[in-house]
């Protein structure tokens, strides 16, 4: 009953998401489990202890049992419980859910396993439990509350006073004046106890509310701190990240995701005609920086992209205002190299994206064109249809190549900058952190010692290159509202970038 009690008061008080990107609370998957392509959404709970809502369609040749299974970062793999069974919904023949309890704030892997005629599969789709906001208690339940502990405090007095007075007594004997005064010692101990224990009780749930609002992460988070300098005909992005979240004498310790320690994306205030996604190094413990491209001057959003050792991810935010380039050149050697695979695009002079037959192209100056092929009105909640394809300038498919260990790479940001995602065909959840969870539940044999956690595993993930032009990411909108995306294809040794905008109803 107690335990019941606490985690019906802990739902009712605390909100709480798995957010690895700013606003985008859900997770999507899709790929293969072994032999089996599935596609996998996971809603995260908004309190925590609080239920996922899984969603998987599975095809396959004949009837399979589909099973999920919720893996703690820091728990052993043997204190795991056993997987929980998915059901086949109503009137569909391959697609299943299930709910899972996630109870603790942290990294999980929801593991997702097959079984069919063509063999065993499962896969690790991992997700982020962190608190975003804390609601006050409701004022009906704070009454109940109130009036339940005033009973049971009464009630506990008045058993202890009736105890003492009576409990030696023969049947319908009277209490006298020595077991009076016995029992109002009882109660008098009993009202001190029970003080004793409010306060008690008083104490631990401020301890417990401290350790919860030192997981309060409200928007992004760690804590980012941006500064430009130019040296010659660079201009020099200084980052600071995590400087106050994670304490004076604590590194951040981050692990490479798709080879990259950071994923940075500048996106120009108001117009956002300018983006960049580029890779700054660490300097040291906090700080890190970057050679910034040829964007135009301008007041920039910052969004940055990150995924810490034992999987949690997260996006720290910031803006900065950029300085015009340095005017004329400098015969010195730079003083930062530039990430072979930065990016960026400057679209003021760029072709606008142009209605099509329902489908929109965007043509890029060299006459290539990214076509988001034609799809349904977009909703909140509802498969986003990224399905894009690339051709040349005469209609004629382009082979792709893998960027980053990817055939595509995508960034969706809300106008208003509250949401944004960054996006692959697998999903939008961080592959380094798939990774570890990966490692974590590989059996081990002797001598094996496994990947270590936080090794680089961009090779891993890396998708070889493809003749079909097309490529399909799984995602869906959060939040109605106006949206841009961008969206990145590696073609010839050149990073194509095209740009998008999305109307989204509720």
């Known amino acids: 009953m107690m ?122 789709i991992p997700v982020t439990s962190v608190a975003i906001r804390q609601l006050p208690l409701p004022s009906a339940l704070g009454k109940i509350l109130l009036i339940m502990c005033v009973i049971l405090v009464a009630g506990g007095i008045g058993i202890a006073a009736a105890a003492g007075r009576e409990a030696v007594l023969p049947p319908g004997a009277t209490a006298g004046r020595p077991e009076r005064w016995k029992g109002f010692f009882a109660a008098a101990t009993a009202t001190i106890i029970f003080t004793l224990a409010l306060v008690g009780g008083k104490h631990w749930w401020t301890a417990e509310e401290n350790v919860f609002r030192r997981h309060l992460h409200e928007g992004a988070w760690p804590d980012l701190t941006p500064e430009i300098r130019t040296v010659g005909n660079q201009r020099i992005l200084r980052l600071e990240v995590g400087k106050n979240f994670f304490g004076q004498n604590e590194k951040v310790s981050l692990i490479p995701d798709h080879g990259k320690l950071m994923h940075l994306f500048l996106v120009r205030e108001g117009s956002r005609d300018a983006f960049a996604h580029i890779h700054p190094i660490r300097k040291e413990d906090y700080n890190f920086e970057v050679a910034l491209p040829p964007l135009p001057e301008g007041r920039y959003d910052i969004f940055c992209d990150l995924t810490f050792e034992g999987g949690v991810s997260s996006t720290a935010t910031n803006s900065i205002e950029l300085p015009a380039m340095p005017a004329g050149k400098d015969s010195a050697a730079p003083v930062l190299e530039r990430d072979p695979d930065d990016s960026w695009a400057n679209a003021l002079s760029a072709a606008k994206p142009a209605a099509d037959n329902d489908a929109l192209t965007y043509r890029l100056p060299d006459g290539t064109q990214v076509i988001w092929q034609s799809h349904a009105p977009l909703r909140v909640n509802q498969d986003a249809h990224l399905r894009f394809s690339v051709v040349d300038a005469n209609g004629a498919p382009l082979a792709l190549e893998p960027y980053m260990g990817m055939l595509c790479h995508a960034a969706v940001l809300r106008s208003d900058g509250a949401v944004f995602a960054h996006l692959h065909p697998a999903g939008n959840f961080s592959m380094a952190a798939q990774m570890f969870f990966t490692d974590k539940l590989a059996p081990k044999t002797d001598g094996d010692m496994g990947a270590m956690p936080g090794m680089d595993h961009s090779m891993h993930s890396m998708q070889p290159a493809s003749t079909d032009s097309t490529v399909y990411l799984p995602y869906e909108f959060p939040a109605a509202g106006n949206y841009r995306i961008w969206v990145q294809f590696k073609n010839g040794g050149r990073v194509l970038t095209a740009v998008f905008d999305a109307q989204v109803e509720s």
């Open 3 to 124: 335990r019941a009690l606490l985690i019906l008061i802990a739902s009712c008080c605390l909100a709480l998401t798995a957010q690895a990107h700013l606003g985008s609370p859900d997770v999507f998957y899709d790929g293969m489990a072994g032999p089996y392509p599935v596609r996998v959404t996971i809603r995260m709970p908004s309190v925590v202890p609080g239920r996922a809502e899984i969603s998987a369609r599975v095809q396959a040749a004949g009837p399979v049992e589909v099973s999920f299974l919720p893996v703690y970062s820091w728990t052993p793999v043997t204190n795991a419980p056993p997987a929980d069974p998915g059901r086949l919904i109503l009137g569909e023949t391959n697609l299943y859910a299930g709910d899972l309890w996630l109870m603790s704030f942290g990294a999980y892997s929801v593991e997702v396993q097959v079984k069919g005629p063509q063999g065993d599969g499962t896969v690790e």
